[in-house]
């Protein structure tokens, strides 16, 4: 500041300086008319005027008198030339002076002032009425004050002052709130952001640069909406471009405190003298404040936070549900107390280089995010300043609400949650595959039964539909979960997520770096995808539509009775091994292998024949709650034991599979003989430490894998094959395999599955299953 001050005097006193040596040459009405509009000078300068003359004129009387010498012709023409040459010398002095001053005063305008360009001239006027002291010393205020304001805005960053920020997300931009047009603020110390999610891409706003945000992983609008009210500036645009940022609702007004010779019903077409000129100060004021963070307390003077609660009640603002249980956590506080300053959230101001504001947004976030309670942020903020007995530095109501911009119901009866969209595809050629079935149709159809109304909705298509140029264009989706295959990642995608199921050819480098993976086990996840985040969904049970919806099972259990012939089967889709073979020492059983593909309705019937099964295999399939999954549950409960073998043909499933066949089979009541070997089921046993297992292992590999699981037995072993079959003989070892198999299926029933499964997409909304 002094040096630019010191700058500015100088120029100004050497400018008047050598404009008065010249004044032989110029009218007194043209140094009156510089000097003042009335020609009189202020009293400083009448005395620098004064002496400076004294100085000059000696200097001036001795050339005269020289110039009447003895020599006359010579001298006229020096005096001539002289004069002539003064003269030049003086009128440039003059239009340097004249445009060193002018250029000083447009710098002092533009940047000291805050102004644009549009209110130079009247600066300029101003400047120019004034005389010759009080230029010097408004330019060297204006000098000063542009040292001031320059401080806000580094060169070196390229940030403004101030970042006013709003945001409106929603899926239906015909009734999302009109924004502001801002046209007539713009500034070069003020930008203006507002926030839209993809759906609200094409919104109209006015004066705003337009943010489209990545998805959020949030199931209310009203949160995604949030996120930049409480968060932006964790935004990259925000952290580079702003100093101070102002949060405003979408659906304001200006109030009279800025343009109060306005009328309400034309606000938006009318100057509003002063808005740029408050918004700047604002952002001064809480840019040197101790704070850093300025708001304003609520103009109804809210009792505290159960009577702000009871007005959003009333007014239809949230459900009643929510307040209940954002109350019970608040009381659930050590240091809640209800009546507190309530403050008003409609705007608020901050400074970015301020922490105050980021950590009181931490707090109120984490719990605020987690969308548990109430939608509303005024009676949780409130407690946030509470909890750090932190007092934002005051603010003027500059805004209000404005209804006429409002949309959905001028935010009235706002839906509980908003749907989560999800696409579930995978190659044309995989959409009847088992995989695909389970993880995207099953998953839809668990979905519209127990996510409520709306909540999620779940697309399924094939690659084609999706990837190819034609294509139909798709929506904006939350989340995409391509099966068993990898897609190049689109915004409309969502969050891209890559479900392996056993594909086990992708590894860590095939997956795009944005995208996240879903395995069946964490060991698969931390072996082949160390540098992605990845989630274990394992296959639920698969039975039928009936019993995947109830808790229990949707059948009588089958009952373990005496048999003179103990009847096994092997129902599996292998075509790869062969089933084991029972040694022909172990009598009183029968044994049939059943090796098909896997949809039952193409090979039942002649099965069904040839066993003599009394089965209508057609109207079960015709049975929209039974199909194929009732059929197979048929054909089990036709056998008094189901073996199921590992199928050992392809090695990394036995590491990095699943036990879907096993907890399938025991959820349809039969006791279950389970061979042991790999990974998975080794990782099964040592969790379950079920009873009816045997290994074809070697001895010295089955008494470690059997000690590990702690699986004794009595021997320290697993049964071998022969042995596990005579040991089934006994009802009272089925009956007891028969109830461990049906507590261990519900670990793996849909309604745990699926939530498991919905959650790893990124749903965070309610269940009702």
Known sequence: NNSLETTATAIISNNMVLRKRSLKFRSRSFFSRLGGRNGAAHSSDADASNSNTDDILPLRRRKMKLGVGSQPQSVTKYIFAYVFGVLAIGFTLSFLQYLGKSILIKYAASAGTGTDTETEPVIGNLIHDKSESEQRQFLIEATQSTALRRSYTSKATEKVLLCIISAFYGDDKDEADKPMDMTRYHHKDIKYYFFVNQALENLTTPGWQKIVSEPLPFRRFITKSRWPKFRSFEHPTIQEQCQVVMYTDAAIKFTSLINTNTDDEEEDNIEKPGVVESLLDIARSVKESEQGFAQPKHPKNRKGISDEFNTIILREKDQQSNVDASMEWLREQNDFVDEIQIYQNTFFVYDLENDNFRRLSDF????????????????????????????????????????????????????????????????????????????????????????????????????????KSKAPKLPQYDATATIKNILPPRPEFGTLFVDIVDNYVIDDEDIPEEAKVIVQNDLHGSDQFPTHEYFAVEHWFNSYPADMFSDEPAFDIPNVTTASKLKLVTVWTNKQEPCPSIKSEVGGI???????????????????????????GKAILGDLKLGPGRLYYELFWMYDVLIIPVKKAFPPKLKYGNVQRAVSQMRSGIPVLLEIDGHVMKDFMEKYNYTCAYTMANALENERAASKSKKTGGSGRYWTFEEAVEAMKSEDLRRKCQKEGLNIAQDYHPKKIAKKHLRALGYKGNFKC
Not at 394 to 418: C, P, Q, W
Not at 606 to 613: G, I, Y
């Open 364 to 467: 109120f976030w984490k719990r605020y995010s987690l969308e548990k309670d109430s939608w509303r942020d005024q009676p949780l903020w409130a407690y946030t300043l509470h909890h750090f007995n932190f007092t934002p530095a005051d603010l003027a109501l500059i805004f209000k609400d404005d209804r006429s911009r409002m949309g959905h119901g001028n935010h009235t009866g706002y839906k509980e949650v908003d749907t989560y969209n999800i696409l579930c595809t995978a190659p044309d050629g995989h959409m009847t595959w088992g995989s695909t079935l389970i993880r995207c149709n099953d998953l839809k159809e668990w979905s519209n039964q127990c996510t409520g109304a709306n909540s999620v909705k779940i697309d399924v298509k094939p690659h084609s539909a999706v990837m």
């Open 590 to 616: 029968s044994y049939d292998c059943i090796d098909e593909t896997y949809e039952i309705e193409s090979w039942y019937s002649n099965l069904f024949k040839e066993k003599n099964f009394d089965i209508d």
